[in-house]
């Protein structure tokens, strides 16, 4: 048996914004042949950016923020900006997670 990798390789390279209208047969998993693992929707295994990101993230929800500002700023003060080293506004973080699926 393969040894079970913690990412999809058969997942498309492109990330799309808006889903497809068609099933996912072939893009979750080669039919017949896969098996139901935690990581079966991600084509790689996260980049230390993005792991810092949900860190970051799960500290702030577990303090109980929930506004979308509220996030933002503390991600700022945190100094974790985004991939280009900017300050996280509203419109970059929620594009980010658009495009990232997060």
């Given at each position: 048996?393969?040894?079970?990798?913690?990412?999809?390789?058969?997942?498309?390279d492109?990330?799309q914004v808006i889903?497809?209208?068609?099933?996912g047969?072939?893009q979750?998993?080669?039919?017949?042949r896969?098996?139901?693992?935690?990581?079966?929707?991600?084509?790689?295994?996260?980049d230390?950016?993005?792991?810092?990101?949900?860190?970051?993230?799960?500290e702030?929800?577990?303090?109980?923020t929930?506004?979308?500002?509220?996030?933002?700023?503390?991600?700022?003060?945190?100094?974790l900006?985004?991939?280009?080293?900017?300050?996280?506004?509203?419109?970059?973080?929620c594009h980010?997670?658009?495009?990232?699926g997060?």
């Amino acid at each position: 048996m393969e040894q079970i990798k913690d990412f999809n390789p058969s997942l498309p390279d492109t990330k799309q914004v808006i889903p497809t209208k068609e099933g996912g047969n072939g893009q979750i998993h080669v039919p017949g042949r896969y098996q139901n693992v935690i990581w079966q929707n991600r084509s790689r295994v996260p980049d230390n950016f993005e792991i810092a990101l949900v860190a970051a993230l799960e500290e702030i929800f577990d303090r109980g923020t929930e506004e979308l500002g509220q996030i933002i700023a503390q991600l700022n003060e945190r100094r974790l900006f985004d991939r280009s080293g900017d300050v996280w506004t509203e419109k970059t973080f929620c594009h980010f997670l658009k495009v990232n699926g997060f």
